[in-house]
């Protein structure tokens, strides 16, 4: 299936890049991108070409992405039943209010345009970082409108949040541990803060906060673990398809 489509999909880019003219088949594609045989698929070189970037985006990204829309907005729509079904005092959650419904027309305004290729392709950064900081931005607003601060308050959210950055957002790798560090680093920075000036004993509240630092630490070395084995076997995929296709 991944060969057919990578086939049609560098058909049509060639098609594209030389101005609509036909491109049929091996032979033509070699011909069509000079060094497509010779230097795209060599088993010695890294696949960090257009075409790769293509097929990367298209078939990994782009699925990924919407995928994760898809259950934000479904979960956003879910809290929103909830807030309505239990008769909460609209005035005493204003922020509940309207940082949840304006994260769900973002994510649906990304969503929509994610669809478009052309778009998705020249925005996929910025939806990305978009879809980050509304995250982080709800993951807050849980922290502060729950009533009490405990210290472990939201590290679950927080630490979806760092799994969802290296496994489904389109980060790189350095872009991906950037954002899992600031999401970390703000959290336990900012429940530092907040809870230094209230507790009456520091001991435990400096526990908790070191229990919390290692569950981070612990979730960013797994999620770029991961990362890291998907990227090589997407190359080894992409690597694979090019020699069948050569062949």
Not at 141 to 159: A, H, I, T, Y
Not at 169 to 186: H, Q, R, Y
Not at 205 to 229: R, S
Request: glycine share 6%; charged share 15%; with cysteine.
């Amino acid at each position: 299936m991944w060969q057919e489509a990578l086939w049609t999909r560098g058909r049509y880019l060639l098609e594209k890049s030389d101005g609509g003219e036909g491109v049929e088949g091996s032979e033509s594609l070699g011909d069509g991108c000079p060094g497509f045989q010779s230097e795209v698929c060599l088993d010695d070189e890294k696949p960090q070409d257009w075409l790769y970037e293509s097929y990367y985006r298209m078939s990994q990204q782009h699925p990924l992405i919407v995928f994760l829309l898809l259950i934000v907005m479904g979960t956003c729509l879910a809290l929103l039943a909830v807030f309505f079904a239990s008769g909460l005092n609209t005035e005493d959650h204003l922020a509940f209010l309207i940082t949840v419904p304006t994260a769900l027309f973002l994510f649906l305004s990304i969503f929509i345009l994610v669809c478009i290729e052309s778009v998705f392709k020249r925005m996929l950064r910025l939806f990305s970082l978009l879809i980050w900081a509304c995250l982080v931005t709800m993951g807050y607003l849980f922290m502060f409108s729950g009533g009490k601060l405990s210290p472990w308050d939201q590290v679950s959210f927080f630490l979806f949040i760092v799994f969802v950055v290296y496994t489904m957002l389109p980060f790189s790798m350095k872009w991906a541990v950037t954002a899992s560090g600031i999401t970390c680093l703000s959290h336990t920075i900012t429940l530092s803060i907040c809870l230094t000036s209230t507790v009456t004993e520091l001991e435990p509240l400096i526990w908790q906060i070191l229990a919390n630092v290692i569950i981070f630490t612990c979730g960013n070395l797994a999620g770029a673990y991961h990362k890291h084995l998907m990227d090589l076997a997407l190359k080894q995929t992409y690597q694979d398809t090019c020699n069948c296709i050569k062949s």
